[in-house]
């Protein structure tokens, strides 16, 4: 199986390092063997790819949920900030919203839907056969609300202190330019504070994500690294983290380098990269989204 690399633009992720490291033939698969494969004229070979990298993991579908949730209500302008909205007026539960969004998804899932449209979220688990249904569902609800309801006692209070014309809108993903290289990173929120920008995500606190946001504010905004500052969101315990403030610039460019290199070096002078140098890591195989079309190795 052979593509041509240069019909599937480079850009460096936290997400790209992750299956680099994790699998390389989930790389390939991911990366190349699924591009352009959302469009339904798409070989069907290209498209079971790509329906296959479009399936979520629980816990990444839980993650989703709960990050537009959040984004929803941060952005949304809420009635009580409004001078003209009559006093008292309730903003809406977090938890009403999500498992309304939740249901709304999860029985697409069950028709299929995604099947179609795999812009549509897809769990992996549902397409397992004896999935239970029922049971599956009252016990994510469960979790969802669990969430729901520690963001709105830890979390909500510390984000809503912000007015809403604090409240800056960022794209997720965000597109960042590192120099010549394009990457991404995947912000919830930010907002304007004393000058600076501060931008909350929901990851591990890699001091590459606290640079990519620093590179944002530079190119986009013209604020300097040193008035940027990164947050992590913890869902699991609905708390606030900061991160990067020990950022070493250097170190974490010359690591993103060191990624690229390795991975540009598989593409040929030709412009092809070719699967089966890209080999398979087997113990990787049970959580991986790939494992019902992955290629068998020579
Ligand atoms: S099924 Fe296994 S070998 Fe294939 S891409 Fe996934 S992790 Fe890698």
Request: proline share 7%.
């Amino acid at each position: 199986m052979i593509f041509r690399a240069s019909d599937h633009p480079f850009y460096w992720s936290l997400r790209r390092r992750r299956l680099w490291e994790n699998c390389r033939r989930a790389y390939f698969l991911h990366y190349y063997a699924s591009g352009g494969g959302f469009s339904p004229d798409e070989s069907p070979e290209v498209r079971e790819f790509h329906r296959c990298r479009a399936l979520l993991s629980v816990s990444a579908y839980r993650n989703r949920l709960l990050g537009k949730a959040l984004r929803d209500r941060f952005y949304r302008r809420f009635e009580e900030e409004d001078d003209e909205a009559p006093a008292g007026m309730e903003s809406p539960g977090l938890s009403s919203h999500l498992l309304r969004r939740f249901r709304r998804e999860f029985y697409a899932m069950l028709r299929g839907e995604p099947e179609r449209d795999h812009k549509l979220p897809m769990l992996a688990e549902v397409l397992q056969p004896g999935f239970p249904v029922e049971e599956f569902r009252v016990t994510f609800e469960r979790e969802l609300r669990d969430c729901a309801r520690k963001l709105e006692k830890e979390l909500l209070p510390e984000l809503e202190r912000f007015p809403f014309s604090a409240r800056r809108r960022i794209a997720s993903p965000l597109p960042v330019q590192l120099n010549e290289l394009a990457a991404y990173a995947v912000p919830l929120l930010a907002v304007a504070v004393s000058g600076e920008l501060w931008i909350f995500e929901n990851g591990s606190g890699e001091m590459e994500t606290a640079l990519l946001h620093k590179f944002y504010a530079l190119n986009e905004l013209s604020i300097p690294p040193e008035r940027v500052r990164s947050f992590r969101i913890d869902f699991a315990d609905g708390v606030l983290e900061p991160f990067g403030s020990k950022l070493n610039i250097s170190d974490a460019w010359k690591q993103i380098r060191r990624d690229v290199d390795a991975m540009l070096a598989l593409i040929h002078s030709d412009g092809t990269v070719v699967l089966e140098e890209f080999p398979g890591d087997r113990r990787r195989c049970g959580e991986c989204v790939f494992r019902n079309c992955c290629p068998p190795e020579l």
